[in-house]
């Protein structure tokens, strides 16, 4: 598991792509949120990156040209969906640190009001980037690449939405309406969802011609 850890590790620091997305990232936020607060700033740099990381390890085994050297490695098909499921967390401990040196850098500069570290807000992106694997992970499985892709930019797209909506200050915010549900019901319903994935995607992905 360790292999294919460096492994999809090497490949994004190879892509040019994926690490431009990686510097540019917070930049980009910071100017075009300037008006959020800090704490839910910090949760979509994390749920970001995160999920980033994790799908781009993921696209590019499924779909990619790695997926022949996935193939001749001494692992079942269901322990590599196993371990791609399991591996968000290991991004989720790189984004804490990569992410915190960032902002950290940012803060000590006096660029921009920042966090960088928060735990609530990586408590809160815990279940946030676990439903979005749930739901992207067996798209791309199970659907053309084409297919998954507008899947995933469906996903995407609803986060910053909701997001932009949820920084707002008022009657007029979506958290007025997210507010009744407690964090543990959210993390149930993620776990059920993650699980549920996982068995799918574990079947779809024994099933699948390679």
Not at 151 to 160: N, Q
Request: proline share 3%; glycine share 4%.
């Amino acid at each position: 598991m360790l292999g294919i850890l460096r492994k999809d590790f090497s490949l994004m620091v190879s892509s040019k792509q994926t690490m431009m997305l990686l510097l540019l990232y917070i930049p980009l936020l910071l100017f075009v949120a300037e008006s959020f607060v800090p704490e839910h700033l910090y949760f979509m740099i994390i749920v970001f990156y995160t999920y980033i990381m994790a799908i781009t390890s993921f696209t590019y085994d499924i779909s990619g040209k790695s997926k022949y050297i996935v193939n001749s490695l001494p692992i079942s098909r269901k322990e590599f969906v196993l371990y791609k499921y399991l591996s968000i967390f290991v991004y989720l401990a790189v984004t804490i640190v990569y992410a915190g040196v960032y902002l950290w850098i940012i803060s000590t500069l006096n660029l921009a009001n920042v966090d960088y570290f928060n735990l609530r807000g990586i408590i809160n992106a815990v279940p946030t980037f676990m439903i979005f694997a749930s739901i992207v992970f067996p798209a791309y499985i199970r659907f053309e690449p084409k297919i998954a892709q507008i899947i995933h930019m469906v996903v995407f797209m609803t986060f910053f939405i909701v997001c932009s909506n949820i920084s707002y200050v008022g009657e007029e915010g979506v958290l007025k309406y997210l507010g009744i549900l407690k964090w543990e019901q959210v993390m149930l319903v993620a776990l059920v969802l993650y699980m549920v994935s996982l068995l799918l995607s574990i079947k779809l992905y024994e099933n699948r011609d390679l």
